[in-house]
T-cell receptor, first 114, second 113 residues
Framework: NAGVTQTPKFQVLKTGQSMTLQCAQD?????MYWYRQDPGMGLRLIYY???????DKGEVPNGYNVSRLNKREFSLRLESAAPSQTSVYFC?????????????FGPGTRLLVL | AQSVTQLDSQVPVFEEAPVELRCNYS??????LFWYVQYPNQGLQLLLK??????LVKGINGFEAEFNKSQTSFHLRKPSVHISDTAEYFC???????????FGAGTILRVKS
């Protein structure tokens, strides 16, 4: 099992450009999450998907959209990138989404917006 | 809103010395508590978690944590650290529908020889 995979690993964008971050898991998990990590702020939840076909906003959703393409894949889209979106983005998944379940994280995507 | 405070941004320690990384949370309801570790340029990996029962929780790599409800703390400890423990450690709490995690700011543990 590959676990949680993310593509690309690194990306440089110019302000105003768009891009989609891809995430896939092969653990048959129902719930998936997108976080961003910034120095001194830990990880903050952008969006999550409790199950296939549902998505909900997290703490910092502005400037992002998501798509739960199927049970395996959960993508994050930046429609018009801004320098404030320079960050490391992590995707995570968990089996059902019950409180206390372990979340499994991907290796991250490092995004630089110039 | 719930929050997690990690009291130290960096903790330098010599190899084979004990270490404690501090974590406090704010909540008036039952919580589920986690410690995750992030090695350089990698994703997060679960160290241990507290769901219920014994307040002393043992995790991987010799780490343990103690849940203290009265002090709303969940400090992480290791009696003897190794160079390979150098990493960033995150405390997190889960107490909402959907198992959403709220993370602390992280503590960088630097183990020196």
């Amino acid at each position: 099992n590959a676990g949680v995979t993310q593509t690309p690993k690194f990306q440089v964008l110019k302000t105003g450009q768009s891009m989609t971050l891809q995430c896939a898991q092969d653990m048959n998990h129902n719930s998936m999450y997108w976080y961003r990590q910034d120095p001194g702020m830990g990880l903050r939840l952008i969006y999550y998907s409790a199950s296939e076909g549902t998505t909900d906003k997290g703490e910092v959703p502005n400037g992002y959209n998501v798509s739960r393409l199927n049970k395996r894949e959960f993508s994050l889209r930046l429609e018009s990138a801004a320098p404030s979106q320079t960050s490391v983005y992590f995707c995570a998944s968990t089996q059902i989404g019950f409180l206390g379940e372990t979340q499994y994280f991907g290796p991250g995507t490092r995004l630089l917006v110039l | 809103a719930q929050s997690v405070t990690q009291l130290d941004s960096q903790v330098p320690v010599f190899e084979e010395a004990p270490v404690e990384l501090r974590c406090n949370y704010s909540s008036s309801v039952s919580v589920y508590l986690f410690w995750y570790v992030q090695y350089p340029n990698q994703g997060l990996q679960l160290l241990l978690k507290y769901l219920s029962g014994s307040t002393l929780v043992k995790g991987i790599n010799g780490f343990e944590a103690e849940f203290n409800k009265s002090q709303t703390s969940f400090h992480l400890r290791k009696p003897s650290v190794h160079i390979s423990d150098t990493a960033e450690y995150f405390c997190a709490v889960s107490m909402e529908y959907g198992n959403k995690l709220v993370f602390g700011a992280g503590t960088i543990l630097r183990v020196k020889s």
